[in-house]
């Protein structure tokens, strides 16, 4: 008997506390439901010509292979050299908690002309696309290198909390290809306020 009477006790004593913690849980998790349920739906997660996401604010990824989650999409175009030559760039990029992912796209126009003047139909669009293996990012000084594969890159703890708060203003980037080549690009400010949702702190991130 007073075996029983101790293990009943040790329940209503445990039961309070599991009450609690499951108070806790829903209070840290709430805000993340609530503002998923909001945000806008995109059904792929894949980066991509020709792709248009709504760019640089938190979306709800809803991706048939991937899973659901929250994200961001960023795109950078600009013009600069690279291996040698004038062309056009695109960095895409897609931020979550997890992982950021890449796609740099390099396009060089080739044309010859007609009589002296150049027409569209005289022009071939060279597109390439390559492989990241780093990825330096600059926030208030301080540099942060992470090395990934195939161009994704994982998310720590230590680059998470930098992401989240990092300064409202364009941020520096230097993409590495995997032949040693660098291009240095941007973040929009637009990007970089979202990065405030996405890498708010979670119950799973709270237990790395």
Known sequence: MKAS??????????????????????MVMSPLVSQASELPIVESAALGIGKNPPWSEPVQVEDPFEGQFIAVFDRHRFSDRFLNTHMRIEVQSLWT??????L?????????GHHGFLSSSYCSEVIDTKKISKLFLKIDEQIYQVSGQQNTFPV???LANALRSAPEQEIQIRLVT????????KIGQKTVKAWQSIYTPTVSRGLD
């Open 156 to 158: 720590s703890t230590e």
């Open 104 to 112: 740099f796209t390099a396009k060089d126009r080739d044309c010859y």
């Open 97 to 102: 908690q997890d992982y950021v992912r890449l």
């Open 5 to 26: 009477v101790y293990f009943a006790g040790g329940i209503e004593m445990v039961r309070p506390y599991l009450t609690g913690l499951s108070a806790s849980l829903l």
């Open 178 to 185: 995997e032949s040693g080549a660098s291009v240095d690009s």
